[in-house]
């Protein structure tokens, strides 16, 4: 069982380049999310997902853009790259709306904006 | 939104110690999930807690949720070096509404 599998692992980019996080898992999950992860702010939420065709913002949605065409992806638009989005992205899946099941978490996705 | 704090922000004790992270939150927490993450690795689910006085154990890891449900401790018996990591606590508002906050973490280590 694969999960929730992030790619790339790492990534080096320029002020201004675009690219796309992906993130697929293979549990039938309709919630999906991005956080982002940054030495003493913690985990933050970017988008947020609760099904195919629906989409969300979170608290830091500003720069990165979703979709969510298929039940199993969910991938993260950076538009044009600025150092502020130097962070460590973590994308997130669970099978209930409620709330009342845990969030499985990807491995992660080193992004740094030169 | 939520704010959620926990302390200590780091922790530094001897193999075969025992130790208390906290979560505290100024509002209700209708779920409390507790992760470990380990450096440079994704966020590894520990437990959820979402009744008033729960309290749920694994293996040497016991976390709890008070009566009024602000807040929340995680404690591990006789630590060990694989118990090293940071440790998240996050929580959600309840009802419909199910976007997860989460506290900064607290990092352990585990000497032996």
């Known amino acids: 069982n694969a999960g929730v599998t992030q790619t790339p692992k790492f990534q080096v980019l320029k002020t201004g380049q675009s690219m796309t996080l992906q993130c697929a898992q293979d549990m039938n999950h309709e919630y999906m999310s991005w956080y982002r992860q940054d030495p003493g702010m913690g985990l933050r939420l970017i988008h947020y997902s609760v099904g195919a065709g629906i989409t969300d913002q979170g608290e830091v949605p500003n720069g990165y853009n979703v979709s969510r065409s298929t039940t199993e992806d969910f991938p993260l638009r950076l538009l044009s790259a600025a150092p502020s989005q130097t962070s460590v992205y973590f994308c997130?899946?669970?099978?209930?709306?409620?709330?009342?099941?845990?969030?499985?978490f990807g491995d992660g996705t080193r992004l740094s904006i030169l | 939104s939520q704010e959620l704090e926990q302390s200590p922000q780091s922790l530094i004790v001897q193999e075969g110690k025992n130790l208390t992270i906290n979560c505290t939150s100024s509002k209700t927490l209708y779920g409390l999930y507790w992760y470990k993450q380990k450096y440079g690795e994704g966020l590894i689910f520990l437990m959820m807690?979402?009744?008033?006085?729960e309290e749920k154990s694994h293996e040497k890891i016991t976390a709890k949720l008070d009566e009024k449900k602000q807040q929340s401790s995680l404690h591990i018996t006789a630590s060990q070096p694989s118990h090293a990591g940071i440790y998240l606590c996050?929580?959600?508002?309840?009802?419909?509404?199910?976007?997860?906050?989460f506290g900064k973490g607290t990092l352990l280590t585990v000497n032996p």
């Open positions: 807690l979402q009744k008033g006085g």
């Open positions: 996050g929580a959600h508002r309840g009802g419909s509404n199910y976007k997860l906050t």
């Open positions: 997130a899946s669970s099978y209930s709306l409620q709330g009342n099941q845990p969030q499985h």
